[in-house]
Structure formats: structure tokens, C-alpha cells
């Protein structure tokens, strides 16, 4: 590398001629529906005084980056020419990530790029990058983009406004469908009657299925009340020393795949009874977002490839919070009247979340349900679907090819 002017000693300039436009370069812009910076951005560290009492002090990261397309958030940490990175650098970013819950973290000067993972309260390099020349900005971004697609994530929320059209049944089979393909996939079960953590196997099916009388019915249920589960999760995301791991069920489609050979996986985050708006009341913040922030804010996006969201058929703050975690979003209906007018409710929910959310959450299509081809009635309903949703696709069975 050839000899830096004097300018590349000055943090500022750093940021704003190498890191941010490294940034833009990779693809996240500072303020768009998928991704967003926020500068200076503070975190509260804990510190003892000579009275031997904790306080917080607010420390400030140069950049938080959120990146909705992959589900993650990372820290930037920017160092001059003159001060580089170096051991307190690393522990300073350490402490950065400890206590603002994030996971990765960049320090980066004009020399070279760190990319740190903090997982277990340890700092560990993940990847390094040396800069030739920190003018040349197209291969420090590609290095930052290749980083960002190991860690990628798609979600998939189910969503209908109707009862007992096939939802339960397709969560199941696009995860299993999934699976099947190599990918890891996590079931988020959002209705409190937990038919897709039944079906899965992570809900006592079987032993719903011989209970005898209504006292031991109502046993199988008390067990679910110290489980944690889908509303723990969403309530306790934001603690210290969160693992998500501890919410989270492997399904009985997993014996089926490892005897199949496959490498994929499903495993469900499940629901009961305690899944409703209530169990949500006291907590601040928005509370319909509260699953969209626990996923970027967990370490599941290093472990799952796609997540199917299974929302309950109302609109509910949990049903709500399935919409604005969703980068996709497919309307399951049978071709029938009455399932065929009960699109619309879903679909304007459906949208209005996107907008809010800026254009995130796209609607892929109406997935026909329980249908035959022979049978006249459901080909005149789904003609009339499309008459009736223009611009709405009504999907064929290949339409998991739009997700991958």
C-alpha cells in the first residue's frame, strides 16, 4: 500500500470515504424498507463505582446496522490510519456487543476489516479482510456482502382471516418441503390452538389422543405452564443472557429426514393456551414487533436458512406480530365462496403491515387449498379469484421455487 495522506488519520473521514460508502456498496443503504443505520448508537454499560455500586454509563458504537433481508444487526467500530485497530479496540467492541445483545461486530480502519462473532461471552474473528488501498471501496464491500450471505434467513408467515382452510397443513408441508431440500428450517407457531405444534410432535399429541376424561386433559395442559415457549420468547428476547435455544423444539419430521439421509432439519418454536394478546399487555415498546426484533437480535439466523410463521386467523397483536416479522407473505383459501371472500381481510392486513413496514413483507399469492382438478367448482372459484384480486397471483404447486 502506498503512503495515506494525512486526511485518513482523522476518524470522520474514515467513516464517511470508506465505511459508508462501503456500506452502500454492499447493498445496505442507510434508510430503505430493508435496511437502516443508526450512528452513534448508544449502549449502556454497566460500571462499579468506588461505593461498590453498579451504574450504567452510556458508551457510543460509531454505526449499528440493521439488515432486515438477512435478519441481522451488526456493529461498526471505526479507527483512523494513526490509531488502528488493536487489542483495546477488540475489547472495546467486545463490550459493545456483550451489552447491546448483538452478535457481530466490524472494526475497521483503513488498513483492514475484522468481522467478530460474540456468542457465549467470548469474542471470536469470524473473518479479515486486508485493504490494498482504502480508496478502492468495490472489494472491501464485496467482502462485507460475502460475510453478510453466510448469515441469511427468509421468513414466511401463513395468513388467513378463515378457519380450517389448510394454514396448519401448509406450514407443515412447505417446512417439511424445505427440510427436504437441505435447508434448516424453524416452525414459529403464533395461534394458541397449536395445531402445527401438534402436528409437529412438541405438543403431547398423544397423549391428548388417550386422555380418558377431562382431569387429564386438563393435566396435559397444566404441563405447558412453566414451558417455555413462543410467548416466553417474545417477552424475554431483550434480557441478559438470552438463548433462544431454550424455546426451541426439534419436530418428529426430523426422524424422518435423518433416516432419508437428508441434512435438513425442522424444529418448531410452539404455542398453547398462553398465546394470546394478554400474556403481551404489560411489556413497552411495540408489541407487534416484538418477534421481528428477538429474530435479528437472536443467533437464529446463523442456524436456520427460512422460518414459517403460523399466524392465527385474526387480527390479533400476535397475529400482528407474525406480519411485520415476514419478508413474505403467502393467503392460503379453498376455492370456495364464502373462503374466497374472507381473502380480503387478510390481504389488506397483509398490506397495510408492508407499508408501515416499509414495502417488507411482499404477498407471494393465494395458495389453493383442498382443491381438484375435475371438480367444476373449485376451476370457476379460482377463476374468479383472479378476477376478483388482480395483480394477486394464485399459486401453482411449484411456488416454493419464489422462496429459495
Known amino acids: 500500500m502506498s503512503e495515506l495522506s494525512s ?31 443508526t450512528p452513534e448508537f448508544k449502549v449502556k454499560v454497566p460500571r462499579l463505582t468506588k461505593n461498590n455500586l453498579v451504574t450504567e454509563t452510556e458508551k457510543e458504537v460509531d454505526f449499528l446496522i440493521e439488515d432486515c433481508a ?30 447491546s445483545n448483538t452478535r457481530f461486530g466490524v472494526l475497521i480502519d483503513p488498513f483492514s476489516v475484522e468481522i467478530y462473532e460474540h456468542t457465549q461471552w467470548q469474542l471470536n474473528l469470524r473473518y479479515k479482510h486486508f485493504i490494498q488501498h482504502p480508496e478502492r471501496i468495490q472489494p472491501i464491500a464485496d467482502f462485507i456482502k460475502n460475510f453478510l450471505n453466510t448469515v441469511k434467513m427468509r421468513t414466511i408467515a401463513i395468513h388467513t382471516s378463515k378457519g380450517g382452510v389448510g394454514k396448519t397443513t401448509l406450514v407443515v408441508n412447505i417446512a417439511y418441503e424445505l427440510a427436504t431440500q437441505g435447508n434448516r428450517v424453524l416452525v414459529i407457531d403464533l395461534d394458541d390452538q397449536a395445531n402445527a405444534s401438534l402436528s409437529l410432535g412438541v405438543n403431547k399429541a398423544d397423549k391428548f389422543d388417550n386422555a380418558s376424561s377431562l382431569e387429564e386433559f386438563e393435566q396435559i395442559l397444566e404441563s405447558f405452564k412453566d414451558r417455555k415457549e413462543v410467548v416466553e420468547f417474545l417477552k424475554d428476547y431483550d434480557l441478559p443472557n438470552f438463548n433462544y435455544k431454550e424455546y426451541i423444539y426439534p419436530s418428529i419430521l426430523n426422524q424422518i429426514l435423518n433416516r432419508a439421509g437428508s441434512p435438513g432439519k425442522v424444529d418448531v418454536l410452539p404455542s398453547s393456551y398462553k398465546t394470546i394478546d394478554a400474556a403481551l399487555a404489560n411489556l413497552g415498546g411495540i408489541r407487534e414487533k416484538r418477534l421481528d426484533k428477538a429474530l435479528r437480535q437472536s443467533d437464529m439466523a446463523n442456524d436456520y436458512d427460512y422460518v414459517v410463521i403460523d399466524t392465527p386467523p385474526s387480527a390479533t397483536t400476535i397475529a400482528s406480530n407474525g406480519l411485520y ?72 404447486n411449484d411456488f416454493l421455487s419464489l422462496l429459495i
Open 325 to 396: 416479522a415476514a419478508q413474505y407473505v403467502l393467503i392460503p383459501s379453498q376455492m370456495e365462496y364464502l373462503s374466497v371472500y374472507g381473502i380480503r381481510t387478510p390481504i389488506k392486513r397483509a398490506r397495510e403491515v408492508q407499508e408501515e413496514n416499509g414495502k417488507r413483507g411482499m404477498i407471494i399469492g393465494i395458495v389453493p387449498m383442498m382443491t381438484e382438478k375435475n371438480v367444476k367448482l373449485h376451476t370457476t372459484i379460482k377463476q374468479l379469484v383472479q378476477q376478483t384480486f388482480k395483480g394477486m397471483t394464485v399459486l401453482r
Open 70 to 99: 438477512r435478519y441481522i444487526n451488526f456493529l461498526v467500530e471505526v479507527k483512523a490510519a494513526n490509531t488502528r485497530i488493536n487489542h483495546d479496540a477488540r475489547v472495546q467492541l467486545q463490550t459493545y456487543l456483550k451489552y
Open 7 to 37: 486526511e485518513w488519520n482523522n476518524e470522520a473521514y474514515v467513516s464517511l470515504h470508506l465505511v459508508q460508502e462501503m456500506l452502500r456498496m454492499a447493498g445496505l443503504p442507510s434508510r430503505s424498507g430493508y435496511s437502516h443505520w
